[in-house]
């Protein structure tokens, strides 16, 4: 009975997982086909917006199906994936205003949104797993 539980969560992290690999090609291609058009001005912000879904997801959850042997609830795992998709979100953004060549005061919301629902994601798993 646990042991199919537990393979039900690892195969639900690797899902997520897979997600995050495809959601980082999605990013990657979107960002090249949008340079493309950009008439030559390039932002760092729009070409390594792949980097939050890869770094951020795909790698610490192939991990976690790896080596965690106590998987995360619902809660963490929520927050967690809000925080990089407010990260992702807000660097393409960010891109999409540097090639326009323009600025908005309201990107920082997607950072500080973003930072503050991993911290309190990563948090909150790590304090599920003293219990």
């Known amino acids: ?24 090609v999605f990013c990657m291609l979107f960002g ?5 058009f950009s008439h030559g001005i390039y932002s760092a912000f729009m070409i390594y917006a792949f980097a939050f879904p890869l770094l951020g997801g795909a790698l610490p959850f192939s991990v976690m199906k790896l080596f965690v042997k106590r998987l995360p609830g619902l809660l963490p795992v929520n927050l967690y994936n809000s925080g990089i998709a407010a990260l992702t979100v807000g660097s393409m953004l960010q891109g999409a205003l540097d090639i326009y060549g323009t600025t908005n005061s309201l990107i920082k919301v997607y950072w500080i949104s973003g930072f503050g629902f991993l911290i309190i994601g990563i948090m909150l798993y790590l304090s599920l797993i003293h219990i």
Request: net charge neutral; aromatic share 14%; charged share 20%.
């Open 1 to 24: 009975m646990f042991i199919s539980d537990t393979e039900n969560h690892k195969r639900y992290i690797g899902r997520i997982a897979a997600a995050y690999a495809v959601i980082s």
């Open 32 to 36: 090249i086909i949008y340079e493309c």
